[in-house]
């Protein structure tokens, strides 16, 4: 406790003091609160325009093509759909998006410190560009071969980490086999995993969850998940599985359904609400239904060691999933 000595005008005008001084500082700290997100809305905004000049200097490249950048901005978000990409500042709130006149490969990417912009040449001409995490460490210069035809039958691969042609040959002629749509099952490889079983390291992709591999399966849902060849032909009879079982699921874990039957029956609708959790109410049917039980009919995403992400990206990931399948799927329609 503070005691004051003095007249009563002395006090007085010792407060008014004290008390226009904490105004002041008040001030200060506003002005450099919106300094800096001035300063911050900067930094948005040449990444965005970094981004858009590194874009079009790789499509207009001969060949295949990188170029590797390091984002100033530390929480991001960024997201490339079709031909709008749009860059949200998580720090300031302000977002910055910018239009394309040519489509690029759907992603969504949170944070990286890296960013690979890269442009891929078939042979057929068809050019392919990402948007990926990490640096590339390099590229073929050469065209890669990719065939829309695939065989009926395809052997087993006999590389532990094939390439991302062969690795969807084998998952075109798996699903076939197994009558379940290639493109859903190429999609589904594809986001749990980039069309890639291994890392760059060689070891085989394992997530923080414990899901492994190409289509990220646990180890109780196959006898080896680890093989990129039983990995494939697990996780395609998986899909299929839970289009039997969908509705089930769904009922046990407290989502309504019209009826508990196959994916495939018309008449089989299921209730998704995650209201909760900031999501939205949403009405599953036919193989869609399949999709939501192969990510799971929770809100949250688990992400390992007890941690449990609801109202992240993870968990914003996991109530779209259905959604984000069905839009990686649209570019491997030709292969139904």
Known sequence: MIFLKGSTQEIILIVGLLLSATILLLQ?????????KIAQGDI??????DLYNMINNVKASHGNSYINYQPLLAKYELTAKENIIEIRDKISGKNSSFFLNFNIDSTYISDSKKLCIIKITYCDGKENIQIKK??????NSECIKYTYSIKSEVSD????????????????????KQGVKPSLALAIAQIESNLEHCYKNGNVKKSPGGTIGLMQLKLTECDDPYNVNENIRCGISQLKEKCRTSSAIAIAVGFKCTKQASCEDPDVKCTYDCTNYGGEVKIYSGWDLALRAYNGWGCCMNL?????????????ATR?????????????KIYD
Do not use: H
């Open 157 to 176: 691969l006999t590389q532990e980490c094939p390439s991302r042609e062969d690795v969807i040959e084998k998952i075109v002629s798996e699903a076939r």
């Open 44 to 49: 948005l905004y040449s990444f965005s325009n």
């Open 320 to 332: 779209r999933y259905v959604e984000m399948v069905n839009y990686v799927a649209q570019s491997y």
């Open 304 to 316: 390992g060691g007890g941690n449990i992400d609801c109202y992240g990206d993870w968990g914003k």
């Open 28 to 36: 200060l700290r506003n002005y450099f609160i919106f300094q800096q």
């Open 134 to 139: 990490d640096f590339c460490d390099g590229i």
